[in-house]
């Protein structure tokens, strides 16, 4: 009996230590370009306007990057999925816009109609839901980026607008709100053993008091 309370007691401590779970990251953008860091970014709000123009190639259209401490929010992982959620406004397919992880592009900006997909707050990873009359959000799969964002301390993301063609070109603006950052974590292997432990110490003490 002792053991059969012992091994039940480890596999249903193991199997609820071992469950990812669900972080997220949010960077609200104002007006003025000010970014303010918030738990979870639900695509509210009205953001950066983006110029597109360029002349001569002096200038090539204008950027908004975000970067902060990635480790200290999603570390020391691992991490089993994560997803990056930007929220853009007014992006039509005049456009083009840059999206860069880590100084990579990884691709552009969406033209979508209303309802568009936000991120749902408790996940799991990949879990849209839409909000009504919100158009051209974005979503980005950050497999490629797990590590980083246990490790990285400096974690970049950029958007860049732009408007190709001529010498003089009169770029169409966007506009980005915010974005969201949503991953799995699961437990440290430690924390895991040092729950079996004391699972496991517990189940011993309750069968000791059962035969005192």
Not at 102 to 127: F, R
Not at 159 to 179: A, L, S
Request: charged share 15%; with cysteine; hydrophobic share 45%.
């Amino acid at each position: 009996m002792k053991r059969l309370f012992l091994s039940l007691a480890i596999s249903a401590c193991a199997a609820v230590s071992a469950q990812a779970s669900i972080q997220n990251y949010g960077v609200d953008v104002a007006t003025n370009g000010t970014q303010t860091a918030v738990p979870f970014y639900d695509a509210t709000g009205d953001g950066l306007e983006l110029d597109g123009s360029a002349f001569f190639g002096l200038i090539t259209g204008e950027t908004i990057t975000f970067t902060f401490n990635a480790a200290s929010i999603f570390g020391p992982g691992p991490i089993s999925a994560a997803e990056l959620f930007i929220d853009g406004f007014d992006v039509d397919p005049r456009n083009t816009s840059e999206v860069r992880i880590q100084g990579i592009l990884v691709g552009s900006l969406a033209n979508t109609a209303a309802p568009s997909d936000i991120p749902v707050e408790a996940g799991p990873v990949g879990t849209h839901t839409t909000s009504a009359g919100d158009v051209d959000n974005t979503f980005f799969n950050l497999a490629a980026y797990l590590g980083d964002l246990a490790t990285d301390s400096t974690f970049t993301i950029s958007i860049k607008n732009t408007t190709p063609g001529g010498i003089f070109v009169r770029g169409e603006d966007i506009r980005i709100d915010g974005i969201n950052i949503q991953a799995q974590v699961v437990p440290e292997p430690a924390t895991i053993a040092v729950w079996v432990l004391l699972a496991g110490a517990g189940a011993f003490g309750i069968k000791k008091k059962l035969v005192a």
